[in-house]
């Protein structure tokens, strides 16, 4: 009973990460349809600007909010500059685009700061919260930090102006545009506000998973697996499938497959509901018209 | 009379094909103007090249300002609302989201809350329909929201796509009633696009009738409306 | 891109170009012979793993420039197709030339039944999936349920094979004939379809599914064999490299592996057949040479650390996707015509 209670809180922190992951990925499949392949070495980079900042003696908090600031302006360089100009460009292209961006920063990670693998300190103190060895506070942190993200997320979207016009853009683009919405704009915003989160997800996952530059290609893999089982449109669900396949990657890990099929089974999982039910738990099927 | 918008040569293209051909239109500053034709003769076309939502060439003059290289988001800044053919209703959004989505442009908050009141005057039935999805109203409501959507924009002119189509004719008589009234209280110039002239004919002051891209007759509306031969020939009625 | 394939789809017979292109490949070796350097054997090598890549961005080639679906992860049934050549060789004493086959019929039913799932999903989500796919490949074969067979992480070591009846031929002269003999007939092998009516159904997939539907064409059909044909001639590339290098280990064959398949392809040319060989040639040289690259750029720039060939891949792939998608095959013919013009 322990050890499931265990599994379970293990199980609800990696989901917390998966669940950034999975929001990153679905703010930009909403606005613009694509998929970044790239998110997860994006957020891993960002998390490394925050190791150098901090070996630098910046106090944790300062680098915290200045990498998501860093990454959030990265982001949206990145659409103005190379994904803009190939919007019209085929489905290949833009794939191969990510993919590069892919190799580009896990390699720059790499020139920059080497493979070896590095400590990355969390702000949450060791303790056990229940004092029996159950939940840490580092899980309970980890968890926490992503609900707050999230909270602003969602008064910025449903309360504010800008959160609206992005919406709209998401949603209709040409609509929007009748409406004074400047849309590239706003798909531009969307990737720094994506870029922001994954880089959240980074830092909160690297104290317990160690720093480097390969540490974010499995987790975009339950990242995907979160945002499918969601639904890729829908950002609540997103975050709700996140949690789902966090928990279940951890029971099915310990109870079923043991450790070392995790990815296995997240492949089973994205093909999975890619074949059962594309739009997830929580979407809606939009119908493709000839 | 002063005009609000004069189009000269326009011509456009839907890739390779041409869909219209050197059009000269004049709209009037505060009137409504027509632009009547069957279906494929550009109708739609002339609005959203007006707009720069086609490729186009010629000259698109706003109040003496060229908005022929401007984007069509920057075109509607200028005080351009065009209510496309479709409604191009925000279907997941609530109907106060469509409206407050006009916010986003407004400098003047205080009038763009005042605008938000006058909006619900003019059309009750959104007002009781606030907090509904956008997407579960009717045809007529999504008429209605769609030009409501226009008012917030505070524009000096307003173009309108087909705002009959689909429509019973009671709800249509009511959105043309409203359309003078705006038109007249607001003093929102119109470009009205419309297949039903006969409809389009009792609001406008002038008339243009296009045929495959080309305009083929243009004139004041009272005499159209009274020229039988005219009419017989060019609006079949 | 549709008109670089039909270029020599009408013309009967490879061409003069082609003609000795694939004889001077031939030659090669011999020089061998007459020029007595040590470093000659590796040159060989290099030919080898040249042809071993040009095979797999020919089959990767056939179901994204050809068919339109897309794949990152050929690197999974490459390391089919190579663990199936190691475990036959090692358990089951069948000589290496004959492992060829089987591990084409093992991948092209791997590719298949991928191709099931994968009709389902288009575009990013095909991209998704195998992505996917590449991802959680070495992990599996990394497991302990299957390391009797596979040797887990440490792999198996394999009897690098000698030259038959004989011949006067170094070890790597004859496997750089074998790997020129399997190219050649896959190349003639996908050739010959894609100027059939089995390749005219590929491409009216790829331009337009919907219609080629309505044509008659069973769409699911072809995707899937298409799908399985790619995975095999890309398996029959990972058995080479598993005689050619007698080793194999799980991670050679990670994601890594996919993205140098798709670099090769785009820089040799979507839907250019001799764009294969460039993209082959061209991976080769990139590992061959990112270690001076890399000692180049530090010494330039300064740096702490190696520069790996990941950044200079992804740096030409989206140079590539800006100034040159139809990559150096679409590049020449650019020139070509232009030339024809002006003449």
């Known amino acids: 009973m322990e050890f499931f209670v265990q599994q379970i809180a293990s199980g609800m922190t990696s989901g917390a990460i998966y669940a950034c992951v999975a929001l990153g990925l679905v703010m930009i499949y909403v606005s613009t349809d694509h998929i970044n392949f790239a998110q997860g070495e994006m957020a891993m980079f960002a998390t490394y600007l925050a190791w150098a900042m901090i070996d630098a003696g910046v106090p944790y908090w300062v680098a915290f909010g200045s990498t998501i600031l860093v990454a959030f302006f990265s982001g949206l360089l990145i659409q103005r500059v190379i994904l803009k100009p190939l919007e019209t460009a085929p489905v290949l292209a833009l794939v191969v685009c990510f993919i590069a961006l892919l190799s580009i920063f896990n390699a720059l990670a790499g020139m920059i700061w080497s493979f070896t693998i590095k400590q990355f300190p969390s702000p949450f103190p060791r303790i056990d919260i229940f004092g029996n060895g159950l939940v840490s506070a580092q899980q309970i942190g980890v968890v926490a930090v992503t609900l707050v993200m999230l909270a602003i997320l969602t008064v910025f979207f449903r309360y504010t102006t800008l959160g609206l016009a992005m919406r709209a853009a998401a949603q209709n683009a040409t609509s929007a545009r009748l409406m004074g919405v400047r849309v590239s704009w706003m798909l531009a915003l969307g990737w720094g506000l994506a870029s922001g989160i994954g880089a959240i997800a980074g830092m909160l996952v690297a104290p317990i998973v160690f720093l480097d530059p390969n540490m974010m290609t499995g987790i975009l893999v339950y990242g995907f697996a979160g945002a499918l089982v969601g639904g890729i449109a829908n950002p609540l669900g997103a975050v709700a499938g996140g949690f789902i396949v966090g928990v279940l990657e951890n029971l099915v890990g310990s109870y079923i497959i043991g450790n070392e099929l995790k990815l296995s089974f997240a492949l089973i999982m994205v093909v999975g509901v890619l074949l059962l039910k594309p739009a997830g738990i929580f979407g809606r099927v939009i119908v493709r018209r000839v | ?237 | 891109m549709a008109a670089l394939a039909r270029s020599w789809a009408t013309k009967p017979g490879i061409g003069l170009v082609a003609s000795v292109f694939w004889i001077g490949l031939a030659a090669l070796p011999l020089i061998g012979s007459v020029w007595e350097s040590p470093s000659f054997d590796y040159y060989m090598f290099m030919g080898q793993s040249m042809l071993i890549y040009a095979i797999s961005v020919l089959g990767l080639n056939l179901l994204i420039g050809f068919n339109g679906q897309i794949s990152l992860g050929h690197s999974a049934f490459f390391a089919v197709g190579a663990y199936t050549a190691a475990i036959l060789m090692n358990f089951g004493g069948i000589p290496y030339w004959a492992t060829l086959p089987v591990a084409a019929v093992v991948c092209f039913g791997a590719g298949f039944l991928f191709g099931f799932p994968a009709l389902k999903l288009e575009g990013h989500y095909l991209a998704l999936a195998t992505f996917t796919l590449a991802i959680a490949v070495p992990q599996l074969l990394k497991h302990k349920s299957i390391a009797g067979w596979t040797g887990g992480v440490g792999g198996l070591l394999l009897d690098k094979p000698d030259p038959p009846f004989g011949l006067p031929l170094t070890a790597d002269q004859w496997l750089y004939y074998l790997c020129l003999a399997v190219a050649m007939v896959l190349f003639w092998i996908v050739f010959n379809m894609l100027r059939g009516r089995s390749g005219r159904a590929m491409m009216a997939i790829r331009d337009h599914a919907m219609a080629a539907g309505t044509m008659g064409i069973d769409t699911a059909l072809y995707k899937t064999a298409t799908f399985g044909i790619s995975a095999g001639i890309t398996g029959v590339a990972g058995a080479l490299s598993a005689i050619t290098i007698a080793y194999v280990a799980p991670d050679s064959f990670t994601l890594q592996l996919s993205i140098s398949f798709l670099v090769g392809l785009v820089v040799g040319g979507i839907a250019s057949l001799p764009g294969c060989m460039i993209g082959g040639a061209f991976i080769v040289l990139v590992q061959n040479s990112s270690q001076s690259i890399s000692d180049w750029m530090k010494d330039t720039f300064s740096l702490r650390y190696d520069v790996p060939a990941w950044a200079i891949y992804g740096t030409l792939l989206l140079l590539l996707m800006f100034f040159l998608p139809n990559g150096i095959a679409g590049g020449l013919a650019a020139i070509r015509s232009r030339l024809g013009r002006k003449s």
């Open chain 2, 1 to 237: 009379m002063e005009s609000i918008l004069e189009v000269k040569g326009l011509s456009a293209w839907y890739g390779q094909s041409r869909a219209l051909f050197d059009l000269d239109l004049t709209i009037a500053q505060g009137g409504v103007t027509a632009l009547l034709g069957a279906n494929g003769a550009g109708k739609t076309t002339s609005l959203r090249a007006i707009c720069n939502m086609v490729r186009r060439t010629g000259s698109t003059v706003m109040d003496g300002t060229d908005i022929g290289r401007r984007s069509t988001e920057d075109i509607v800044r200028m005080g351009v609302a065009h209510v496309p053919e479709g409604r191009g209703t925000f279907v997941a959004l609530t109907v106060e989201e469509n409206l407050r989505l006009a916010f986003h442009i407004r400098r003047d908050r205080k009038a763009a809350e005042r605008d938000m009141e006058k909006v619900f005057v003019y059309f009750p039935r959104l007002k009781e329909r606030i907090h509904q999805q956008a997407g579960t109203l009717s045809g007529g409501e999504q008429q209605m929201l769609a030009v409501a959507r226009a008012l917030m924009l505070a524009p000096r002119l307003m173009l309108l796509d087909e705002p009959s189509f689909g429509l019973a004719p009671l709800i249509v008589q009511e959105i043309f009633r409203i359309l003078r009234r705006i038109n007249e209280d607001e003093k929102v110039s119109m470009l009205i696009v419309e297949q039903n002239a006969a409809l389009a004919l009792e609001l406008a002051d002038h008339v243009y009738l296009l045929e495959t891209g080309k305009v083929v007759m243009s004139g004041p509306s009272a005499i159209v409306k009274d020229d039988e031969t005219l009419r017989k020939a060019y609006l079949g009625y």
